[in-house]
């Protein structure tokens, strides 16, 4: 049997539509903070039961947040400066072999 259940595929959109109607029966039922508070605890539960190297998963996604210190801040203008003028000495290199 082939697993039906990837992103784009029909089954996969049943399922993310039951899911959301299943979310607006629990904000009509039971309130909308309620509704969170037991969608953020099925999250936590789903991680801890998922994620084999939480320690390693945690400290990636710290990483991709907050920067290590020793990484370089780059200037952006300064970037795009230093960009052009390669440019333009490249443009102009190469007008000077083509003209000789």
Same mark, same amino acid.
């Given at each position: /049997?082939? !697993? !039906?259940?990837?992103?784009? $595929?029909?089954? /996969?959109? %049943? ?5 959301? &109607?299943? &979310?607006?029966? +629990?904000?009509? +039922? ?5 509704? +969170? +508070?037991? %969608? =953020? ?6 991680? =801890?039961? $998922? &994620? ?5 998963? &945690?400290? !990636? ?12 801040? %780059?200037?952006?203008? *300064? ?5 052009? $003028?390669? @440019? =333009? *000495?490249? @443009?102009?290199? !190469? ?6």
């Amino acid at each position: /049997m082939k !697993n !039906n259940m990837k992103m784009g $595929t029909p089954a /996969m959109g %049943i399922a993310i539509g039951l899911g959301m &109607v299943g &979310v607006a029966v +629990l904000i009509m +039922l039971i309130g909308f903070w309620k509704a +969170l +508070l037991l %969608i =953020v605890l099925f999250a936590i539960g789903y991680f =801890v039961g $998922t &994620v084999e190297n939480k320690q390693e998963f &945690v400290k !990636n996604a710290a990483n991709r947040i907050i920067p290590a210190k020793e990484a370089k801040v %780059i200037d952006i203008k *300064s970037e795009i400066a230093r960009d052009q $003028t390669e @440019t =333009v *000495s490249q @443009t102009e290199g !190469n007008n000077n072999e083509d003209g000789e």
